[in-house]
């Protein structure tokens, strides 16, 4: 049950998945592996049973930089004041119609 | 499921003393808001999920095994393919859910410790034998009916990834169910020694089934808290009869009996009236006294063991590949 001192622990690699063509890769979970090449071969088995993909990424994950959720508000609050980057933000008479 | 890369070692959680972060913590629940791995959140809270989302995962992976006991004794080749894909989906449902734990900073080789020296616990219904075909039968039909009952309101739980990996789940699972199903009715609707054979199943798996909605409500200790923070959105007790009303029938349409002399239909409440459950017995199951624990442990040791060349191997492998590259550059 004790692993021998000198096995590393096998690295995390998230795993993306394009459902169809036409579509974008999504983030479906992660799985552990040596190497890329197992790494996919774990994402096929373990997430796309049914066919729920045309392609996979894997990427291990250290190299995955996310945004800090302290950064939050510094990043995305500006956006909220600036309604007029909203189409409805702009009147348009009713008499043209849709556009 | 994101990486434990994106989590700040220790996490981000402040004190429990802090009334404010609590309180804010509380109001985006409330809200239905959905908590990510990176937001703060009471360490409680992470403690709890950890506990629950390892624990549900390890129940996939021991689940795997009163089933697989039938693969190679499966009547058809249409029975054994389903039997073998079923099996194959209990592991990735406990590898989604390992994912899902991973995201809140607990390493997955510190959870597999957990299971291996049984630190962890797993569902007590797999630490019942399987002892006939008919009892894979049961499996699907009570076992998974029963978990998916518990399982569809987690798809709306509050912690993100546990919701999604669950959504994941759950469409797989009715397979399960409906598979099981069918095992059943092949045999109700068969020799009179078949149909026994549906019967003694269904008297061996009604009770643990009706039990693995966990304790009465009086008794349940982690259910108030978890309530309040959306992890679990219906009591043990309402979950639990909301199974039994749905199970009912489909015993009755097998032509199977209910092993529980004081089952009625209560024309008052609009619900079916159960007998008492001896809520001892199964907590003899779950402290390890069950005919099962052991032998189930001891698989999983040894399966972990087999596989410590495995995984020394590909180590070693991606270490060579890694230099062959390096040199090469």
């Not at chain 1, 790494?39 to 066919?51: E, N």
């Not at chain 2, 693969?71 to 390992?98: C, F, M, N, S, W």
């Not at chain 2, 693995?212 to 923070?229: I, L, N, V, Y």
């Not at chain 2, 529980?260 to 008492?276: F, S, V």
């Amino acid at each position: 049950m004790t692993e021998a001192p000198n096995t590393p622990r096998l690295p995390l690699w998230e795993v993306f998945i394009r459902p169809r063509n036409g579509l974008a890769h999504r983030h479906v979970g992660a799985v552990h592996a040596a190497d890329a090449e197992m790494a996919m071969l774990a994402a096929r088995d373990v997430y796309t049973r049914r066919g729920e993909g045309r392609s996979i990424w894997v990427v291990e994950a250290r190299h995955l930089h996310a945004s800090d959720p302290d950064d939050k508000a510094a990043l995305f609050d500006p956006a909220d004041d600036k309604v007029y980057r909203q189409p409805t933000h702009y009147h348009v008479p009713e008499e043209v119609g849709d556009m | 499921m994101y990486s434990q890369g994106l989590i700040r070692p220790g996490g981000p959680d402040g004190g429990e003393d802090d009334a404010d972060a609590l309180a804010r913590f509380q109001a985006r629940i409330d809200a239905e808001e959905k908590i990510e791995p990176g937001d703060w959140m009471p360490a409680a809270y992470r403690k709890t999920l950890i506990r629950q989302i390892s624990q549900h995962a390890h129940s996939e992976i021991v689940g795997m095994q009163p089933e697989g006991n039938w693969i190679t004794r499966a009547p058809t080749l249409r029975r054994k393919a389903a039997l073998i894909a079923k099996v194959q989906d209990e592991g990735g449902h406990g590898l989604y859910l390992y994912a899902a734990a991973e995201t809140l900073g607990i390493a997955r080789e510190e959870m597999e410790e957990q299971l291996l020296t049984g630190a962890a616990k797993y569902s007590s219904i797999f630490n019942y034998p399987t002892l006939t075909w008919a009892d894979v039968g049961a499996i699907g039909w009570l076992v998974d009916g029963a978990a998916i009952m518990n399982q569809i309101p987690l798809c709306r739980c509050s912690f993100g990834p546990y919701a999604r990996a669950m959504i994941r789940v759950c469409k797989e699972e009715s397979f399960h169910q409906r598979q099981g199903y069918e095992v059943m009715t092949a045999l109700a609707k068969g020799s009179p020694a078949q149909k026994a054979m549906a019967q003694d199943a269904l008297d061996r798996w009604w009770t643990p089934s009706v039990m693995m909605f966990g304790p009465p409500d009086s008794d349940s200790t982690h259910s108030d808290q978890s309530m309040a923070w959306k992890i679990k959105r219906f009591t043990n007790d309402s979950l639990r009869q909301r199974f039994i009303d749905a199970t009912v029938p489909q015993a009755e349409y097998l032509g199977l009996r209910i092993p529980d002399p004081d089952l009625r239909w209560n024309a008052e409440t609009g619900h079916y009236d159960i007998g008492p459950l001896d809520w001892d017995d199964f907590w003899r199951v779950v402290k390890g006294g069950g005919p099962m624990n052991r032998q189930r442990i001891a698989n999983r040791r040894r399966a972990h063991d087999d596989g410590q060349w495995v995984r020394a191997a590909a180590a070693a492998h991606a270490a060579k590949r890694a230099a062959r590259r390096e040199a090469a550059e």
